[in-house]
T-cell receptor, first 115, second 113 residues
């Protein structure tokens, strides 16, 4: 069974440029998460989807970040415009059901460097 | 408030040594879940174990073992006879009061040959 797929793996952009990350969750997983992981820290949740609905986006900086999961499968996270402080690893995770104890499975992440 | 503390930032051991990674958590909920993940240099977080708050039984999986103690709010992870391939960052995580998962800052383990 394929795991969570993310692309690109690496991205270098100049500040004020837009950038987008793509995630394809494990087949059949209804819940999808986007996390940001700063250097030397654990992941922090940005947004959680149940099917195509964003049910928790309280940590998403909505002035510059947006996300979508139009068909309830793959998802895109966008930053526009990017700032120097956005340099981080952006991780996507998925879980089978929206239950509190459900295990999340992570993709390899996209390493973003903003110059 | 929920919090996960991994006080050990880095640990360095020689191959075949045993090593314990500490995790202390805080939550006011009676129902919660604890997780350990491994993050190798490739970047992907690999799921290792999940424990719910009602199951304090310790678990062993090969060279890995976990000691869950509610009395001290700890969920420690021990690797027996460490190997170079165990070198990674290990994260402890807590999920309570809903769906938000709180991760610790991680412990970087170096296993030298």
């Amino acid at each position: 069974e394929a795991g969570v797929v993310q692309s690109p793996r690496y991205k270098i952009i100049e500040k004020k440029q837009p950038v987008a990350f793509w995630c394809n969750p494990i087949s059949g997983h209804n819940t999808l998460y986007w996390y940001r992981q700063n250097l030397g820290q654990g992941p922090e949740l940005l947004i959680r989807y149940e099917n195509e609905e964003a049910v928790d986006d309280s940590q998403l900086p909505k002035d510059r970040f947006s996300a979508e999961r139009l068909k309830g499968v793959d998802s895109t996270l966008k930053i526009q415009p990017a700032e120097l402080g956005d340099s981080a690893v952006y991780l996507c995770a998925s879980s089978l059901l929206a239950r509190s104890g459900e295990t999340q499975y992570f993709g390899p992440g996209t390493r973003l460097l903003v110059l | 408030a929920q919090k996960v503390t991994q006080a050990q930032t880095e640990i360095s051991v020689v191959e075949k040594e045993d090593v314990t990674l500490d995790c202390v958590y805080e939550t006011r909920d009676t129902t919660y879940y604890l997780f350990w993940y491994k993050q190798p240099p490739s970047g992907e977080l690999v799921f290792l174990i999940r424990r719910n708050s009602f199951d304090e039984q310790n678990e062993i999986s090969g060279r890995y073992s976990w000691n869950f103690q509610k009395s001290t709010s700890s969920f420690n992870f021990t690797i027996t006879a460490s190997q170079v391939v165990d070198s990674a960052v290990y994260f402890c995580a807590l999920r309570s009061g809903g769906f938000k998962t709180i991760f610790g800052a991680g412990t970087r383990l170096f296993v030298k040959a």
